[in-house]
């Protein structure tokens, strides 16, 4: 596995970089990914524009800051995503805050299509599920737990509207969306910092 992670953050970006290649294949007229078409064209353009408006109004809360601020240990996150996903566009925003936040965190991007290998070993119930967030331990390049694609609100309402009606539709992602402005990234924060704190705990027992 670790092979497969260090092909991985070669061939990773920073937030900044991972932004502009989404923005210049738009004015080539494409989307990142294997498969080109115009309604993951249209997607990518929506997404712009929420991580411009997320970039501008999620906040971490003060909880948070201090959480991140206890931790000990230094991660890396690798952060398996693609231009046209709706559920990155509202989480990358918060993970990039929480990185800039915490001197413990450095974020990479990678595609998934890009990254078949990392991704196959990322799997959500068989599925190639984005955005997926992997925590790794700096110093071993460990696996110390891995995230996503959604919080567990976002994966409740999916799951019953799915039972529901049968199928994700047009009206189920709008009803998603609604869901992640209503949240403000809260869920999906304690979750993550959560996870973090697991392993400084199991590492704290081991001493």
Request: include cysteine.
């Amino acid at each position: 596995m670790k092979t497969v992670i260090a092909k991985a953050l070669i061939n990773s970006y920073s937030y900044s970089e991972y932004r502009q290649i989404i923005s210049d294949l738009l004015v080539e007229g494409k989307s990142s990914g294997a498969i080109q078409s115009e309604d993951l064209k249209h997607y990518s353009s929506l997404n712009v524009t929420r991580i411009d408006r997320l970039d501008k109004t999620i906040k971490i809360s003060e909880d948070i800051l201090l959480k991140l601020h206890s931790l000990k240990n230094e991660y890396i996150w690798i952060l398996i995503s693609e231009g046209w996903c709706g559920d990155a566009a509202q989480l990358l925003p918060i993970f990039n805050k929480m990185d800039k936040v915490s001197s413990k965190i450095e974020m990479k991007i990678i595609f998934r299509d890009e990254n078949p290998e990392l991704m196959n070993l990322f799997l959500t119930n068989g599925a190639k599920a984005i955005p997926k967030l992997i925590i790794l331990d700096k110093k071993t390049l460990n696996v110390e737990g891995n995230w996503g694609p959604r919080p567990k609100g976002a994966i409740e309402l999916i799951q019953n509207y799915k039972e529901k009606f049968g199928s994700i539709d047009e009206t189920a992602k709008a009803e998603l969306q609604l869901w992640y402005l209503h949240d403000k990234g809260v869920s999906t924060q304690n979750e993550v910092v959560e996870l973090l704190l697991e392993f400084e705990s199991e590492i704290a027992i081991k001493m």
